[in-house]
């Protein structure tokens, strides 16, 4: 065959590679649904509290959280509230201040775990006045406080000498500091803390200590430990006391009314916690949001209970 007839050699290319398929994301879970549906793995315990509480945690759908776990189980009896029912004031608390869209409790469910059934809640990791986080975490040693993350900062409670708390701080009253002296205890006149006032007002906060308040992230406050909560007859105990008497803020009154609608019988929010707290509970929860919005005021120690928790922090 003459050489124009040949047929020319291809040039041989190597075949595409194709890239390995991408995997597929995560889809996006609320913290609730991570919190209700995930694996709980316990990791320590949270020591210097006075129910059982466990650091924790919960994986599901390739997503990863630390929480707390408060096991029924390990709840210690107390003369004024049912046996066996914190952790569901816990959770009813969390669905209270979502009502208010306030969001000053940590996401919390009600769900079983390594030890029965009890409350799970997000880990709130602590900012440090510098901005850096205050860490919090528990090892199998376990970590300090109650429930979540470490205690509020200064910027939130001050011990102040004298008589006036001066600018920016709100009196609460004065506390034993040892070798017989004494300080005013005051709190930050802050709009997080004003709310967070109003909403252990409308549950009827037995417990509010200054080791609750846990400054997070992005200018949040979140508050934990809400136990002894919902009672019937009038519990209130708070440092949160600076501002009794003095009118409610126009936005508080709004947010109050709209709850007030959400408490109405046939409501989702009442048929909520109509799984968490008794019929009697959520009538006095009812009258408690009545009375604020009647008085317009934030309520005052009525002092036929005390007025401040102890240890107050």
Not at 107 to 122: A, E, I, N, W
Not at 248 to 258: H, Y
Not at 267 to 286: D, H, M, S, V, Y
Request: charged share 25%; net charge negative; proline share 10%.
């Amino acid at each position: 065959m003459s050489a124009p007839e040949r047929i020319p050699p291809r040039s041989l290319t190597p075949p595409t590679r194709l890239p390995p398929p991408a995997k597929e994301a995560p889809r996006l879970v609320s913290p609730a649904e991570l919190l209700a549906l995930g694996e709980l793995t316990v990791r320590g315990r949270v020591r210097e509290a006075s129910n059982a509480v466990l650091y924790c945690t919960v994986e599901y759908e390739g997503h990863s959280a630390p929480c707390v776990y408060k096991p029924v189980a390990g709840e210690r009896p107390l003369w004024d509230f049912p046996d066996g029912t914190l952790a569901q004031r816990e959770v009813a608390a969390y669905e209270v201040s979502e009502a208010t869209g306030w969001g000053l409790v940590p996401p919390t469910v009600l769900r079983d775990g390594p030890y029965g059934q009890g409350m799970c809640q997000l880990w709130i990791e602590v900012e440090a006045a510098d901005g850096e986080a205050a860490g919090g975490g528990a090892d199998g040693d376990g970590a300090d406080g109650d429930g979540s993350g470490q205690a509020g900062g200064p910027e939130l409670l001050a011990l102040v000498e004298g008589d006036e708390p001066g600018p920016g701080w709100k009196a609460v009253g004065y506390a034993e500091v040892g070798e017989g002296r004494t300080a005013l205890l005051a709190h930050a006149d802050d709009v997080r803390l004003r709310r967070l006032a109003v909403l252990d007002a409308v549950i009827n906060n037995g417990d509010r200590k200054g080791g609750h308040l846990l400054p997070a992230a992005g200018g949040r406050l979140y508050a934990i430990d809400h136990g002894v909560t919902f009672n019937a007859d009038d519990k209130l105990r708070t440092l949160l006391w600076g501002w009794a008497g003095e009118p409610l803020p126009k936005d508080v009154l709004e947010v109050l009314a709209r709850l007030a609608d959400q408490l109405a019988d046939g409501g989702p929010l009442c048929a909520r916690l109509a799984e968490l707290i008794t019929e009697a509970e959520i009538e006095a929860l009812r009258a408690r949001v009545a009375a604020l919005l009647r008085t317009g005021k934030h309520p005052e120690p009525s002092g036929q209970w005390p007025a401040i928790p102890w240890p107050p922090v």
